[in-house]
């Protein structure tokens, strides 16, 4: 038997909350400034405590199957959700979902718009990335009772299912191999600052003081891109000259490096040894070709698809959380 979606709150739950009619809150939906300060700060603490989600589909089809999924993406310009996404859609594609896929830029409060959209167009499922989530996002999921399928990640704690791989261990045993490798003073670069680039960070950090090194990090919330990639390369020299290894939390960051380095004419990997993340082809075209960790995102994404689908239609789940492996890529960067 198939998941059955929950009732959702209406107006009227809000307007009893509160003690107001259903038309005052029904013109606070339509724009906030019709009704007084006090009533919108009233009427939003009512949405929130409710989980109240907006219904953009018939009554008669609010309880109805829509076939189709939603997907919550931090970003549309990294690669990495664009394969993740071809995963997903080799899937659903040949079961006739549609895809409804939104994003968030990495913010939780944005995650709560989303969601909130995405679910008000009755949606059947939802695939979520990040697992950081505001209370609200949890209620609304929750009220709704639509099933949740988390990825990129398969150690940390989830909602449902989740399907990913160990950020921790992947980074700690490619530190492991640079240190094999004889590098000692390894620095590792991070961009965003999102949860997965901070695991990472904490599988560098262990890896260095598992061998009795010093860790070194340099962190900023700005999107990667080469440049910042060259712009860390730059600052590193300054501060620690001693530099022989860089760890990146991806390859956009490594390939800025990379390319820096050439353009300075520092050899790799004699100098400094280069390390990405994720394991993009065109790393492994550079000359020299990238070290990096290969991660297995078409598959993520067609597993994702494949567990959530499995959930809505009832059918039986046997394993909720999906570790996959990764691939270590040597390249001749290290």
Request: proline share 4%.
């Amino acid at each position: 038997m198939s998941y059955s979606k929950k009732r959702r709150t209406g107006l009227q739950e809000i307007a009893n909350l509160i003690g107001i009619s259903k038309m005052t809150v029904s013109r606070y939906l339509r724009d906030p400034n019709l009704v007084s300060k006090p009533l919108q700060s009233q009427i939003s603490a009512a949405i929130e405590q409710l989980g109240y989600i907006p219904n953009k589909a018939p009554d008669m089809l609010s309880n109805a199957k829509s076939n189709a999924i939603g997907v919550v993406f931090p970003s549309l310009t990294n690669q990495v959700f664009a394969d993740i996404l071809k995963g997903i859609e080799m899937v659903t594609d040949a079961k006739g979902y549609q895809t409804m896929i939104t994003h968030t830029g990495y913010n939780v409060d944005k995650e709560e718009q989303r969601v909130r959209s995405l679910l008000s167009y009755n949606i059947d499922g939802l695939i979520l990335t990040e697992r950081i989530h505001n209370p609200a996002t949890l209620k609304m999921i929750e009220i709704s009772g639509v099933p949740v399928v988390e990825i990129m990640d398969s150690v940390s704690p989830c909602i449902d299912m989740a399907v990913g791989f160990d950020n921790f261990t992947a980074t700690r045993n490619m530190i492991h191999r640079m240190i094999e490798k004889g590098r000692r003073n390894i620095v590792y670069f991070s961009a965003r600052q999102d949860q997965r680039s901070i695991i990472r960070q904490k599988g560098y950090e262990k890896a260095m003081q598992e061998a009795g090194l010093t860790p070194r990090t340099l962190a900023t919330k700005e999107a990667s891109s080469y440049e910042l990639g060259a712009r860390f390369l730059h600052q590193i020299l300054k501060e620690f000259p001693a530099v022989d290894g860089i760890f990146s939390t991806n390859d956009d960051l490594a390939l800025g490096v990379l390319l820096e380095c050439q353009r300075m004419g520092i050899e790799i990997p004699k100098q400094i040894a280069i390390v990405g993340f994720h394991g993009h082809q065109i790393g492994q075209y550079m000359n020299p070709r990238l070290a990096s960790i290969h991660t297995p995102r078409i598959e993520m994404g067609k597993i994702a698809a494949e567990l959530l689908l499995k959930r809505i239609n009832g059918e039986r789940i046997d394993q909720k959380v999906v570790d996959l492996s990764v691939e270590y890529l040597d390249g001749e960067s290290i």
